[in-house]
């Protein structure tokens, strides 16, 4: 995809400046969005209160009597114009292991709660309404679609942890799914959704709009940090982490999940770099390539 040739820079009030790198989501804005908001941090200014990166792009908030409006913009185009300049964008990451018990009975419960006047089929569940507007044969291979290309993290919001990811696959095979038509009031907590082109795991119990595939045992926020991977922090997932999801069944799931409660689960992950160009060059090659390296091949 072709990115507009500069980014649009518009001031909210006194405190906020927001940059837009595109008009829509792709890799290439995300990863400018991203690469542009790690340098910023890098930069350790004077008056900088919150830098948030999201889909194609980045919402600074500052404090305008420690930082000029114009030095902060001029900071961030000097930033775009060295990012877009780059013969090599890469971004140093890791992948991770997501199990995912699809077609779960408490997702499937709560999908039989809000049918009518909520879904746009309220005579099927939303993986049969999730196959069928991909044209695909049935939930089965929705499922498989689904858990055998990896993810990208775009963004993490909404409430705490929540992470949007993007697939790594050619646009024109990735699933797309509308939102529900009206907000459910209730999802289950580790649910895994799928709205428009990003897939979300609803970190905590409340509404949402995403339409239910599975639920994973293992969680991604965790305030107490007492499972190892939340050592440093207790959110789990950073922008440009990239996710596979691995299908379970409710036997593997009561294990993983008697592991969680003990405080010994430890996600299965690996680093790897993470090369834009080669990325957008050859998907299927270089997704082989980011599983062999969690798989340790």
Not at 83 to 90: I, P
Not at 165 to 174: A, G, H, V, Y
Not at 209 to 230: A, N, V
């Amino acid at each position: 995809m072709t990115l507009p040739a500069h980014a649009r820079y518009s001031w909210g009030a006194d405190e906020f400046l927001l940059v837009e790198i595109a008009p829509d989501m792709s890799l290439e804005a995300n990863f400018v969005a991203n690469s542009m908001a790690a340098g910023l941090e890098e930069q350790s200014l004077p008056g900088i209160v919150d830098i948030c990166p999201a889909n194609a792009s980045l919402l600074i908030r500052f404090n305008p009597d420690e930082l000029a409006h114009t030095a902060l913009q001029e900071t961030l185009e000097r930033l775009e114009a060295e990012v877009r300049r780059a013969t090599v964008q890469e971004l140093e990451t890791r992948i991770i292991e997501v199990p995912v018990w699809y077609a779960d009975p408490y997702t499937a419960e709560t999908v039989q709660r809000f049918r009518q006047g909520y879904h746009q089929q309220p005579e099927g569940t939303d993986l049969d309404y999730a196959a069928a507007v991909n044209g695909l044969s049935g939930a089965e291979e929705f499922i498989t679609r689904h858990h055998e290309t990896p993810w990208i993290v775009s963004m993490v919001g909404f409430v705490a942890g929540l992470p949007f990811l993007f697939q790594l696959t050619p646009r024109e095979r990735q699933l797309e799914v509308p939102k529900y038509l009206s907000p459910r009031t209730d999802t289950p907590p580790l649910t895994i959704g799928i709205g428009g082109c990003f897939t979300a795991h609803y970190s905590v119990r409340g509404a949402g709009g995403y339409q239910m595939l599975g639920i994973t045992p293992t969680p991604i926020f965790d305030t107490e940090q007492k499972l190892p991977d939340f050592s440093d922090f207790m959110v789990l997932f950073r922008t440009g982490d990239i996710v596979k999801y691995r299908p379970v069944d409710e036997q593997e799931y009561r294990a993983i999940e008697a592991e969680v409660a003990a405080g010994t689960y430890r996600y299965k992950q690996a680093a790897v770099t993470f090369t834009l160009s080669d990325a957008l060059a050859d998907p299927d090659g270089y997704n082989h390539t980011l599983l062999e390296a969690l798989n340790g091949a």
